[in-house]
């Protein structure tokens, strides 16, 4: 076959009228045009491989940069709901302030509640148990616990007016030397003053040192239908104690205002023969 | 619910009356009162505390003695006793604490005081 393509071109060579350096000229053109085409082919092939591996390296970059946006999303969401938390966060911590200040304030509240009922229990024992007989020595017992027990006062004299109302006498005292305590005038000195006047002397210095019997820390007139008819001197405090506590001063106007009704009341009852004949004329009193 | 019983043993009717009052805002404490340190053995022999209140300065028994039987006896002898007194200095408060006292509270008391204590010993929330 490839004998016969030989002969077919030697006959066309040979009919030919071209000159014989076209024909060769035309071959060189040939195999050069067939070489360049395979080349070009190659060339192709080339660059296609080339192409191929190049489609094939974006088709992974895209992939890589597919994945990095949706990694991004994922991370602007993330970012969202980080910013979201930071936010709750904030107002929790801005929530939680705000509960503490307020439990502050009620905590604050409560003590202050917690004082004024402890106060107030003070007071009510202090004035049921100060009426709670007509004794004349439980009275004075009750006035002298009152003034131990619940104003922790450690020395103390509890004075009443004579009949003529110019000299108070010790009816009762408490950790000072009975040979000590001695009347006082009406008029004269810090208790003498305070039985005339009828105005309580309290020291407020700080801490409160201890007083002496001329020199006490308080003196409290005990008052009956605006007149005082009798007094209480504080001399000392016990020694934990080195400042008036809030609830002293109402205990100071309970005795006051109650403590020469209850010393009245119970001197009047003990020359009565008992609690009826000690109605008696009641009515009459009461109408008159 | 557990409820607990607390003997308070004072000679002072105020003080006393006082003590009950603060006490009686602790839900399931019972209180028993006692005049002295005498009716106050006599009460513990009659009964179980879990808390014993007491005064030092009593007539016929001091709160001192009294916390000296009270350790030396085999049903409360693991009592808890807190003392409420006017005595204040250091040393009072040491003999009381040596005899085996577990609080010393001096006077005049602050209720809140009294009550945060009594919580403490018998660990009432």
Redesign the interface.
Known sequence: MAEKKGQKRRTQAGTSEAPLDLTKERETFVRTFLRKGVEFAEELLQENKHLRAELSRLQTENARLRTQVASDDAIRELLRTIEGLERERNDLIERSSELERVWRRYEGRY?DL??E??DL??L???S??LH?TLSLRRVVR?IK??L?????A?AFVIYVLDSDGKIAVPLGSEGIAEADVRPVAVGEGVIGEACFTGIAQVSHTAPLARGTLAAPLAVIPMMVDGRPVGAISVVSL????NEW?SVDRELFKLLGAHGATALIAANLYASAPGPVPALSGIRDNLVS | MAEYSCLVVEDSPMMRQLLVFALARIKKLNVTEADDGVDGLRKLASGKYDLIITDINMPIMDGLKLVKRIRSDAVHKDVPIIIITTEGSAEDRQRAMALGANAYITKPIQAPQVIAKVKELLKIE
């Open positions: 003590t917690e004082n009922l402890n229990a003070n009510y024992v202090a049921f148990q709670a009750h616990e009152l131990l027990q619940l104003v922790g450690e016990l020694q934990q104690k506590a």
